[in-house]
């Protein structure tokens, strides 16, 4: 069975302060698919980042940048000089290849306080 | 344009009411899907429904149906509504079926008293 975890709860942060959250993934298929999704107190669920597990290459995007270890089954998240506006719950998801597992893992509630 | 609707975004109800959530999808995509959230923000998957192979998870009560009239549209029917279905219930789709990003609809906020 696939399993996600996301060891952090919640963490608070003060602007500008650089943030880590951790993602940490199960599964025995050898094709599968990574995904961090946002969501902000509005509620609505924003699309960040896919990944596939071929490709381990590290990516930025913006202040955001995400590091993906098969060793270690991680795809890490992290946010450099964190802003009010990334206040928000961060969800890691798995996908198998064929789309009949798609887990979310259980969110990390990011507070960066001014 | 939004690019995945739902409706309502609230809904507020009975226990032993039957009420459904319409969703609506103009991205193109080929697959769609229906996400329980609930109190403690787990987002658990409902269903996904792809060229019309149906996949439930095994853990929703048959008092939970999706209904699909075309592709754009999956409507999620639920009968004889129980206090613990009250949650918020997200609609997505996805260009494909297996390892496409998903594209989520707002939300409904269903309370059941």
């Known amino acids: 069975a696939q399993k996600v975890t996301q060891a952090q709860t919640e963490i608070s942060v003060v602007e500008k302060e650089d943030v880590t959250l951790d993602c940490v993934y199960e599964?025995?298929?050898?094709?599968?698919?990574l995904f961090w999704y946002k969501q902000p107190p509005s509620g609505e669920l924003v699309f960040l980042i896919r990944r596939n597990s071929f490709d381990e290459q590290n990516e930025i995007s913006g202040r955001y940048s995400w590091n993906f270890q098969k060793s270690t089954s991680s795809f890490n998240f992290t946010i450099t000089a964190s802003q009010v506006v990334d206040s928000a719950v961060y969800f890691c998801a798995l996908s198998d290849n064929y789309g009949q597992n798609f887990v979310f893992g259980p969110g990390t509630r990011l507070s960066v306080l001014p | 344009d939004t690019a995945v609707s739902q409706t309502p975004k609230y809904l507020v109800t009975q226990m032993g009411n039957d009420k459904s959530i319409k969703c609506e999808q103009n991205l193109g995509h080929d697959t769609m899907y229906w996400y329980k959230q609930d109190s403690k923000k787990f987002l658990k998957i409902m269903f996904s429904y792809n060229n019309k192979e149906l996949i439930i998870n095994e853990t929703v009560p048959n008092r939970f149906s999706p209904k699909s009239p075309d592709k754009a549209h999956l409507n999620l029917h639920i009968n004889s509504l129980e206090l613990g279905d009250s949650a918020v219930y997200f609609c997505?789709?996805?260009?494909?079926?297996?390892?496409?990003?998903?594209?989520f609809g707002p939300g409904t906020r269903l309370t059941v008293t």
């Open positions: 997505a789709s996805s260009q494909s079926f297996g390892g496409s990003e998903q594209y």
């Open positions: 599964t025995r298929d050898t094709t599968y698919y």
